[in-house]
């Protein structure tokens, strides 16, 4: 639904501009840099989930949405691809940098696009 800016299916769920309202940034600058090590250099947040704002490798592309959980679990949206793509492990993150498992996981995933 928030790929397809609301609908499901023929029925609206929530407004185009309500679902770009939530999958952009709405942090201020020194918002961003409190979060630390939270979202990173290259992520804002929406309402209720990360977005990339700026490209710093092969998967992280600005406008991609989504969040990776710290017990094991990432979904993402890729609005520019049309991809959803959801991470379920049971790796727990034992530290502030996500395993290399994720890195690896979401670059696959966008190797994978053959256009």
Do not use: C
Not at 7 to 22: A, D, F, Q
Not at 39 to 51: E, H, I, K, P, T
Not at 52 to 57: A, F, G, L, V
């Amino acid at each position: 639904m928030m790929l397809n800016k609301g609908t499901h299916g023929r029925e609206r769920i929530l407004s185009r501009p309500s679902v770009e309202v939530m999958t952009t940034d709405q942090l201020t600058p020194a918002q961003r840099a409190a979060t630390g090590i939270l979202l990173g250099d290259n992520r804002g947040w929406g309402f209720g989930m990360s977005v990339i704002i700026r490209r710093d490798d092969l998967s992280a592309t600005p406008g991609r949405f989504g969040w990776e959980g710290g017990l094991g679990t990432a979904w993402a949206s890729d609005p520019a691809e049309e991809m959803v793509a959801i991470l379920m492990t049971q790796r727990a993150m034992d530290s502030p940098s996500a395993p290399a498992l994720y890195s690896d996981f979401w670059t696959l995933a966008y190797q994978a696009i053959d256009d």
